[in-house]
């Protein structure tokens, strides 16, 4: 399948979005601790076209603090374990927390806490699948592959517009 891809501005820094054919498979964050090749991202796709279009308005949407769940189609490329790591954190509830711990419990692992983390800082499509809502035991911010300050921020951004909505 081809790779395209495309940058755009968000609250965080700016964003780099890969597409597999009409499939999400990347969003990237500068200086991001496992952010692959440049030239793995395929030629330059147009922000108008599947799946940038969606994604660019779902994202907009979510730091417009209007959207707390997205629904985009995506291609995430890695190891059966992985993929239910990720699968789970799509389920953590928008403004909320899980350790690394309940994420192992949540997929029936519960031994595998480290195994977890591993897997949650391979997340390639970061912010949509919300790896930055996965703190340590203590609920400490641990690890976080676009740096602890974009998780604190993300994270403090999710509480208060948590906060609001309940208000």
Known sequence: MTRTHTTIDSPYGPLT????????????MTEQRHRPPEETFGAPGDPDDAPFAAAIRQLGAYFAGELTAF???????????????????????????????????????????????????????????????VVGSTGSLTGYGGGLDRKRRLLDFESRTFSRDLA
């Open 17 to 28: 979005l890969v597409a597999t054919g009409a499939e999400l498979s990347g969003l990237y």
């Open 71 to 133: 629904d985009l189609p995506l291609h995430l490329d890695g190891t059966p374990f992985q993929r239910r790591v990720w699968d789970a954190l799509c389920r953590i509830p928008y403004g909320e927390t899980w350790t690394y711990g309940q994420l192992a419990d949540r997929i029936g692992q519960p031994t595998a806490s480290r195994a977890v983390g591993l897997a949650n800082g391979k997340n390639p499509v970061g912010i949509i699948v919300p790896c930055h809502r």
